[in-house]
């Protein structure tokens, strides 16, 4: 039996959109201020799924004690072509010294793949995160979120996990902020290793 030269072509778009993405956690679990911003740059490895590249520009907003806001902008490699979305986060349990910090985050991404076909992805994101510092100025904060929602596609909706497992690292006088995340697939979502940089002034 002979498989046509356009199945073929067709293939790996199939099993993209039979296992999406999602951008990373990134500094969704590291709260911004009350009217002060965040701009952070994301490049992403899918290690599934014929695999590839991406990369995120992100911008957060402090609205409340509690709350911030942010937006991300994107591009990838493979079948992945482009990306746009934000979400809202509810940090309801303050980090302090006697406690980890907790949170939930609220995200819609749409992405668009090769071939023209769009996938929007709306995610309840609860997170836990704590920061340790050595008492010289060098912080690290460890972050654990479990991704999970619905994602739309052609008339059709499928549930969506992740597990992403990360840390930022950062000293105390400097504005700059370094990520690095690795998600695993819990359920027709994608495995990858992501990162950045993060400028919080």
């Not at 073929?8 to 709260?31: D, E, I, Q, T, Y």
């Not at 911004?32 to 590839?52: I, L, Q, R, W």
């Not at 979120?145 to 597990?163: C, D, I, M, Q, R």
């Amino acid at each position: 039996m002979k498989i046509r030269p356009n199945v073929l072509k067709a293939l790996p778009l199939f099993l993209c959109l039979a296992s999406s993405a999602h951008a990373g956690v990134f500094n969704m679990a590291r709260f911004v201020d009350k009217g002060t911003n965040a701009f952070g740059f994301e490049p992403e490895a899918v290690m599934s799924d014929g695999g590839g590249i991406a990369a995120n520009l992100r911008y957060s907003q402090g609205l409340t004690e509690l709350n911030d806001v942010f937006g991300l902008v994107g591009t990838g490699t493979n079948v992945r072509n482009f990306r746009i979305g934000g979400g809202f986060t509810f940090d309801f349990i303050p980090d302090m010294e006697t406690q980890p910090g907790a949170g939930i985050g609220f995200q819609g991404i749409y992405y668009r793949y090769r071939g023209g076909v769009g996938i929007l992805e709306t995610s309840i994101v609860p997170y836990i995160h704590k920061n340790f510092g050595n008492g010289q100025g060098n912080n690290i904060e460890p972050f654990l979120a479990v991704p999970f929602g619905p994602a739309f596609h052609s008339g059709k909706y499928e549930w969506l996990a992740t597990v992403a497992l990360g840390a930022i690292f950062h000293e105390d006088k400097s504005p700059l902020r370094f990520i690095g995340e690795c998600g695993v697939n819990a359920n027709k979502s994608e495995s990858y290793f992501s990162g950045g940089i993060l400028y919080q002034p």
